[in-house]
């Protein structure tokens, strides 16, 4: 274990640095009586760089610190560095030769699922599995998810293995899973591809989740309304790959950065749920008697105004951002505004248009500065507490299933494009709460939102290294 870190440590930190672009070479040292430190080479490294890549290193939570090599002014020290260095990485082309290959030359086989419906069993052991269940890596399993008895499963059921990754190629274009001997038959709208022994599954999960192919595969997508990628056009996709050593080598770098970012979301679900699990227990099983009776927005103002000059530059927050399994958008980005759903932080989003409102999608506003405004589809509720009431309260309002299905009773419109009425979610009846339980909620649900925020920073930090470092990566721009 040289210089007091182990190979996982090196590979992460080799993970971490390698996505800065300014860093021309990096290497681990320690001089006697002095903790390990790494250096940064490259003339376009800045202060404000140097400072963020420390934020970065930190992220790992090693004993390490991180300086410029040419900060090291006595000479003696940087000989002696020069002579008893790690280095982690160089930035610069390996010469190794990378091939092009279709698709199809390294499968053996691409096929989708079912083109039709099965014969649904409410009882039975198998799933029903499509597009939009396949996300992050995972297959996920979700409430409305529909099973199968084991003859439809028979029946159905496609020559998947542990080489198997799934792609969804119609209506969502592009969600990535490995299979992992889920039992489930798939539908037409996922996409399997079994790949040889001499390919590893991992990189090629990088891949297909870098933007060229992504691109690729919006780009030979046919149809308007609902876009699908026909299965002739993927297997004509060409892919380089380098050797199965530097496949690993790469995958490792990446699913290392991924396993933090997962173990990070992990924690905030289950945060999310002690959260949920106590707004259960003291305002709905455990009302007191004496509490009044009330609605909703007695207690939570909905569309609060929010002021926002047409024009201006604002973080915009899609629809399609907002995540159905934890608070936190996933993406936002400045743009000009013209005319939309206005918000900010504290502020909670529901969305209240068919399917996004049955597919869950939420989200909690905690990523603007102060005294910011946001904007976004106006297809969102925004929901936000009395001033006696932590914000978050309205979040957790918004995830309880029994306040979902009222909202889900207060839809009206044609049936493809219904909408929440909602002066009539106003009406949801619920328990007024004493001052003491409000009191007693605010101060454990803020320790709660503050780890949360925490762990959402770094999310965001470690999401912008890998997403910085993986085209790096696919293009062999990087020496590992």
Known sequence: MKYGLTDKNIEDLKGVLSAYQPIEKAIVYALPDTKTCIALMGNAITLDDLKEIANAVNTLQLPISVLLFSQITDEAVRRLVEEDSLVLFEMECEEEEWKEYKLEDITSRIGDGLHGTPQYDANGDYYF???????????????????????????????????TILISINGTIGNIAFYKNEKCILGKSACYINLLDNVDKVFLYYVFFNSDFQDFLNNIATGTTIPNVPLKGLREAVVKLPSLKKQKQIANILSSLDDKIGLLNKQNATLEAMAETLFRQWFIEGAKEDWGECVISDLIDFNPVRKLSKGTVSPFLEMSNLSITTY???YWYDREFTSGTKFKNGDTLLARITPCLENGKTAYIDFLGANEIAWGSTEYIVMRPK????????????????????????????????RVDVDNLKGYEIKMPDDETITFFNIFIESIVGKMKSNHAQIHTLTKQRDTLLPKLMNNELKI
């Open 129 to 163: 599995i499509n597009g939009n269940n396949l996300n992050n890596g995972k297959v996920v399993i979700k409430a409305d998810t529909k099973k199968v008895s084991k003859e439809e499963f028979l029946k159905y059921s496609k020559p998947l293995s542990n080489n």
């Open 328 to 330: 936190a958008p996933t």
């Open 387 to 418: 001033d006696n009431i932590h914000p978050f309260f309205a979040y957790i309002i918004a995830k309880y299933q029994d306040f979902r299905d009222y909202a889900e009773s207060c839809m009206s419109g044609s049936s493809g494009r219904q």
